[in-house]
């Protein structure tokens, strides 16, 4: 499985970035595509998933209300919609499957290679 996700950047307080994450060599079904993000010197956090069979997205109280999550299944590929990016938003991002608990970062088998958001002030 490999995945790669693109669409960070630097960006102002109170604009918008779009990330996606392409998956490939997904064999069968039940896969979770989640979203966590890293700044420095912290760990990863959940920043939200979606089911690409059912398409159930789930999304992190931090983010609510400002991050979408969605997915093109006709792809395998997942999509983090981040609007009103605040300093705080600025980490990198990876995306990242599993079949198991999506909000549990030790759960994901296969991760992307990470995008740096940068949100100025």
């Known amino acids: 499985v490999q995945l790669q996700a693109s669409g960070g950047g630097l960006v102002q307080a109170g604009g918008s970035l779009r990330l996606s994450c392409a998956a490939s060599?997904?064999?069968?079904?039940?896969?979770?595509m989640g979203w966590f993000r890293q700044a420095p010197g912290k760990v990863h956090e959940f920043v939200a998933a979606i089911g690409l069979s059912d398409g159930r997205p789930y999304i992190a109280d931090s983010v609510k209300g400002r991050f979408t999550v969605s997915r093109d299944n006709a792809k395998n590929t997942g999509v983090l919609q981040m609007n009103s990016l605040k300093r705080n938003d600025t980490a990198v991002y990876y995306c990242?499957?599993?079949?198991?608990?999506?909000?549990?970062?030790?759960?994901?088998?296969?991760w992307g290679q990470g995008t740096q958001v940068t949100v100025s002030s």
């Open positions: 990242a499957t599993t079949r198991s608990t999506y909000w549990r970062a030790s759960t994901y088998d296969y």
């Open positions: 060599g997904l064999t069968s079904g039940g896969y979770t």
